[in-house]
């Protein structure tokens, strides 16, 4: 399948009321698009990352009530799974699409992030582009931008990250809904690998 980018129609999939109706929604008209994507960017990221990058779609198994207020595919090292391993991920929320790095709380790099985070706060405070934003859980669609942080709120960051267990960080990229780029599947690709390419020095430095 070619990827022609996201609808209005994919992101209100996720406001269908229902946890089947939703599902339904999501597996008929977002999976597909995010499964195309996947083998579009997985080699493009592989070649980045000097390793194989598998993709993993979001499932939403263990779903039994609620229906999920996101969905999203992550790419990892692993073929067998990525929410352990630090993943890159393209997913979206009602509202917007999310282009990220993230290292989530399954994952014991958590330590190995936080303590990079800490030490090159300035660093990364000078590299990552300040449209870009933060977040320390990934079922909040907000987070903060980075042209907001200083080193100290990377610092606090990294603290969090390192002494809470449920703690986990992602950093990336936010487009809204009704942005042009996201229906057309040729620019949007570019605009994830350049997002990517932006944030391999995070993925880099979360081994």
């Known amino acids: 399948m070619t990827f022609s980018g996201f609808s209005e129609q994919d992101f209100d999939s996720l406001t269908v009321p229902g946890l089947e109706p939703r599902m339904e929604a999501i597996i008929g008209r977002i999976r597909p698009k995010l499964e195309a994507l996947g083998g579009l960017i997985s080699p493009y990221l592989s070649a980045l990352c000097g390793e194989e990058m598998y993709p993993h779609v979001a499932k939403h198994a263990r779903r039994t009530v609620n229906p999920p207020v996101d969905t999203w595919i992550a790419w990892a090292s692993s073929k067998r799974g990525y929410k352990a391993l630090p993943h890159?991920?393209?997913?979206?929320?009602?509202?917007?699409?999310?282009?990220?790095?993230?290292?989530?709380?399954e994952s014991p790099n958590k330590a190995v992030f936080a303590e990079y985070l800490d030490k090159h706060a300035?660093?990364?405070?000078?590299?990552?582009p300040g449209e870009y934003f933060w977040a320390m859980d990934h079922m909040d669609?907000?987070?903060?931008?980075?042209?907001?942080?200083?080193?100290?709120?990377?610092?606090?960051?990294?603290a969090k990250l390192?002494?809470?267990?449920?703690?986990?960080?992602?950093?990336?990229?936010?487009?809204d809904r009704d942005e042009p780029i996201l229906r057309n599947g040729d620019e949007l690709t570019a605009k994830i690998e350049e997002t990517?390419?932006?944030l391999l020095p995070l993925y880099k430095a979360s081994f």
């Open 196 to 198: 990517f390419a932006a």
């Open 122 to 128: 300035a660093k990364v405070k000078k590299t990552v």
């Open 88 to 105: 890159f991920e393209v997913g979206m929320f009602p509202s917007h699409l999310f282009i990220i790095f993230a290292v989530i709380y």
């Open 162 to 175: 390192k002494n809470i267990k449920k703690a986990e960080i992602m950093c990336g990229l936010r487009i």
């Open 141 to 158: 669609p907000a987070g903060v931008p980075h042209s907001d942080t200083g080193s100290k709120q990377l610092k606090e960051m990294a």
